[in-house]
């Protein structure tokens, strides 16, 4: 019996060892990248940097808010108030890559305020207010380079609706947002402008904030 139990342990001890060795051997494997996609799940627990799954992707997006073009005077018994004060607003949205690598972002509006082409079939001006709600224009590619910066400003503005969407009319009040969504973290930093009307005496304000990036979660095929 005590020689029973000796082959036991020792019949034990070799398993162990064998396990141990197999466990070693792996190590190689899972270090040349092997290890198994992560899970599709809408939870935080992934990491927050890029993951990519086969159905699903966490993306960052900025929405930049953008006041441009001019409103003028209001005329003379109109009941209410304008949008915004008569003024002529100019907003410059600036995008800045600080990642050390090619990133693809895509643009696109959402306008809120703003003045069609002629010959447009919406009347001029429309302003969207709740419970009506604006349609978003379609994405705009671009890729910024390593420690890259780009701007939108309201001419570009102008021209991305004509590009993706209802055009409208550059220089008339447009009022809205620029949303950008990146793989990763970016700076976005907004300055707006504004001064009165020409007939009145002159004055400029000026602001600049910062736009916070949020992250969400993406169906497949989201971006083109």
């Known amino acids: 019996m005590f020689h029973i139990s000796r082959r036991l342990v020792f019949l034990g001890a070799m398993l162990a060892v064998m396990a141990l060795v197999a466990v070693v051997a792996m190590q190689p494997q899972l270090a040349a990248g092997s290890i198994p996609a992560p899970v599709d799940t809408i939870g ?15 993306l960052w997006e ?12 209001l005329q003379q018994g109109a009941v209410g108030e304008p949008v915004v004060k008569p003024g ?6 600036n995008i800045h ?20 082409q002629p010959g447009a079939v919406v009347p001029p001006p429309f302003v969207l207010r709740e419970p009506q709600v604006a349609r978003p224009y379609k994405f705009v590619p671009i890729v910024l380079g390593p420690d890259y910066a780009t701007m939108d400003d309201c001419n ?13 009319q550059p220089g008339q009040l447009t009022i809205g947002y620029l949303v950008i969504v990146s793989q990763l973290d970016l700076d976005v930093d907004v300055v707006y ?19 916070t990036g949020k992250r969400f979660y993406a169906p497949a095929n989201t971006l083109p």
């Not at 990642?99 to 003045?115: E, Q, S, W």
């Not at 503005?157 to 209802?166: F, L």
């Not at 402008?193 to 002159?202: E, L, W, Y």
């Open 44 to 58: 935080d627990s992934l990491p927050q940097q890029g993951i990519i799954t086969t159905t699903a992707q966490y």
């Open 62 to 73: 900025f929405s930049a808010k953008f006041v441009c073009g001019l409103q003028g005077p």
């Open 88 to 93: 002529n607003y100019a907003t410059d949205i």
């Open 97 to 116: 890559n600080y990642n050390y690598r090619d990133l693809k972002i895509h643009k696109k509006l959402l306008v809120l305020v703003g003045t069609p």
């Open 156 to 168: 570009a503005i102008w021209d991305m609706a004509k590009n993706t969407g209802p055009a409208l």
């Open 193 to 211: 402008t504004a001064v009165v009307p020409p007939s009145q005496p002159t004055g400029i304000s000026i602001d600049v904030n910062r736009v």
